[in-house]
């Protein structure tokens, strides 16, 4: 059983940062990507950045990039967003999520955590 722990999220004025982090609990061999995803209130649940276990390759939705850094702790299997320059529309529950090389897909998701961004 895979379970991830989200932390990190609150309250921010514009044009501050956050950091979120996400511990999975899965044998690291058996991580093939982590990524993030967020949900704003009436909106569908979009993708904001990933990263692949091994070799490092990121990827960024374009709303974030330059402003949005996925980084990961392989020893602690933690995937890490940190997320400056916030802006208002970046309000959102964040979820994390873990594709397994089984997979490839991303079949185990965090409960989500609160990011609320005020002008």
């Known amino acids: 059983q895979v379970q991830l722990v989200e932390s990190g999220g609150g309250l921010v004025q514009a044009g501050g940062s956050l950091r979120l982090s996400c511990a999975a609990s899965i044998r690291t061999f058996s991580t093939y990507d982590m990524g993030w995803f967020r949900r704003a209130p009436g909106k569908e649940r979009e993708f904001v950045a990933s990263?692949?276990?091994?070799?490092?390759?990121?990827y960024y939705a374009d709303s974030v990039r330059g402003r949005f850094t996925i980084s990961k702790d392989n020893a602690k299997n933690t995937v890490y967003l940190q997320m400056d320059s916030l802006k208002p529309e970046d309000t959102a529950v964040y979820y994390c999520?873990?594709?397994?090389?089984?997979?490839?897909?991303?079949?185990?998701w965090g409960q989500g955590t609160q990011v609320t961004v005020s002008s």
């Open positions: 999520a873990v594709a397994t090389t089984g997979t490839k897909t991303y079949d185990y």
């Open positions: 990263i692949r276990w091994t070799g490092g390759n990121t």
